[in-house]
C-alpha cells in the first residue's frame, strides 16, 4: 500500500506554544490529505481535509485559526497546532486518499504542559 | 444517534476461534465500507473494504454487508494472539470517512 510518513512521532511542548507537524506522502502525489485527532479510548475524529494547493475545509467544531493547515505541494502537508494548551494534548494523524482507499500516517502524540 | 456504532467490548476470545465484530451505521446513503486495525499508540492500518452486499473474504478475515439493515461486520477466523487490538468500522459518505469507537479484541493464548 502506499505510505505516509509524519513527523515528528511525539513532541512535547511549554503551553503557549505552537507546533507543527508534517504529513509526507513519499510514493505517491496526494491532492488530498486528511487530518485526524484522536484522544484516548476514542474514535478518531476529521478535523479538516487538505486540498492541494487552496484552503483546507475545517469539521464543524474546529478552530482554523488555531490549527493551521497549509498543503503547499502533491507530498506535503503541515498541521500547526498555536498556542497549545494542555486539552491540545492528542494523538494527531494524517492520511493521504488513493483512489477509494485511505492510507495513514504513523501519528504525532501531542503532550502540552 | 452516533453515525457509526460499534460494541466497545472487549471481546475476550482463544486462540483458534473466530472473533465476531459487529458495526451499524446511520447514513443509509453511504457506499463503502472499511475495517481498520489500530494497536496501541500506532495509527489504525487498513484491513479490509466492502462496497457490495453479501461476503468478502482475504485470508482470515470475512467481511459482510447488509445495506438494508444498514449493518457491517468482520469476522476473524482462527484467532491469534497478534490480532489483538482494537478495531475500527469506518463508513464513507459524501467526502468522509466516519469511524465508530472501536472494538477491543483480547486473544488468549
Known amino acids: 500500500g502506499a505510505v505516509v510518513s509524519q513527523h515528528p512521532s511525539w513532541v512535547i511542548c511549554k503551553s503557549g506554544t505552537s507546533v507543527k507537524i508534517e504529513c509526507r506522502s513519499l510514493?505517491?502525489?496526494?491532492?488530498?490529505m486528511f487530518w485526524y485527532r484522536q484522544f484516548p479510548k476514542q474514535s478518531l475524529m476529521l478535523m479538516a481535509t487538505?486540498?492541494?494547493?487552496?484552503?483546507?475545509?475545517?469539521e464543524q467544531g474546529v478552530e482554523k485559526d488555531k490549527f493551521l493547515i497549509n498543503h503547499a505541494s502533491l507530498t506535503l502537508s503541515t498541521l500547526t497546532v498555536t498556542s497549545a494548551h494542555p486539552e491540545d494534548s492528542s494523538f494527531y494523524i494524517c492520511?493521504?486518499?488513493?483512489?477509494?482507499?485511505?492510507?495513514f500516517g504513523p501519528g504525532t502524540r501531542l503532550t502540552v504542559l | 444517534q452516533k453515525e457509526v456504532e460499534q460494541n466497545s467490548g472487549p471481546l475476550s476470545v482463544p486462540e483458534g476461534a473466530i472473533a465476531s465484530l459487529n458495526c451499524t451505521y446511520s447514513?443509509?446513503?453511504?457506499?463503502?465500507f472499511f475495517w481498520y486495525r489500530q494497536y496501541s499508540g500506532k495509527s489504525p492500518e487498513l484491513i479490509m473494504f466492502i462496497y457490495s452486499n453479501g461476503d468478502k473474504e482475504d485470508g482470515r478475515f470475512t467481511a459482510q454487508l447488509n445495506k438494508a439493515s444498514q449493518y457491517v461486520s468482520l469476522l476473524i477466523r482462527d484467532s491469534q494472539p497478534s490480532d489483538s487490538a482494537t478495531y475500527l468500522c469506518?463508513?464513507?459518505?459524501?467526502?468522509?470517512?466516519?469511524f465508530g469507537a472501536g472494538t477491543t479484541v483480547t486473544v488468549r493464548a
Open positions: 447514513d443509509r446513503g453511504s457506499q463503502s
Open positions: 510514493d505517491f502525489q496526494a491532492t488530498t
Open positions: 487538505s486540498n492541494e494547493g487552496s484552503k483546507a475545509t475545517y
Open positions: 469506518a463508513v464513507k459518505g459524501d467526502y468522509k470517512l466516519s
Open positions: 492520511s493521504a486518499r488513493v483512489m477509494t482507499e485511505q492510507f
